[in-house]
């Protein structure tokens, strides 16, 4: 099992960046595909961003596309999440998660299956 804690979250203004960190311990770090996930209130869980092992890929979703980057250091045990252009709507707790399967850059949150316990970013309008 992997630890994983967030860190970098806070209050921004729209238009504001910010980045977020993800610090694992515990199982292997460079075998896990690693995700970033958003939960607005009362809104269900979304994905945001996935990393392969390498960090040779990526993937998003459409509504962070060229704003968000998802990056990771391997022999630091840490993933980012850098935000750009902030939005009222990226108002949410993100989450990192940890996969470590087969699927090439999964996007569904029931594929993940460590958590970190989550980090609140608030973009004020």
């Known amino acids: 099992q992997v630890q994983l804690v967030e860190s970098g979250g806070g209050l921004v203004q729209a238009g504001g960046s910010l980045r977020l960190s993800c610090a694992a311990s515990g199982r292997t770090f460079s075998s896990a595909v690693m995700g970033w996930f958003r939960q607005a209130p009362g809104k269900e869980r979304e994905f945001v961003a996935t990393i392969n092992r390498s960090g040779g890929s990526t993937r998003y979703t459409d509504s962070v596309k060229g704003r968000f980057t998802i990056s990771r250091d391997n022999a630091k045990n840490t993933v980012y999440l850098q935000m750009n252009s902030l939005k009222p709507e990226d108002t949410a707790v993100y989450y990192c998660?940890?996969?470590?399967?087969?699927?090439?850059?999964?996007?569904?949150?029931?594929?993940?299956?460590?958590w970190g316990q989550g980090t609140q970013v608030t973009v004020s309008s």
């Open positions: 998660a940890a996969y470590y399967g087969g699927k090439f850059l999964p996007t569904g949150s029931a594929d993940f299956g460590s």
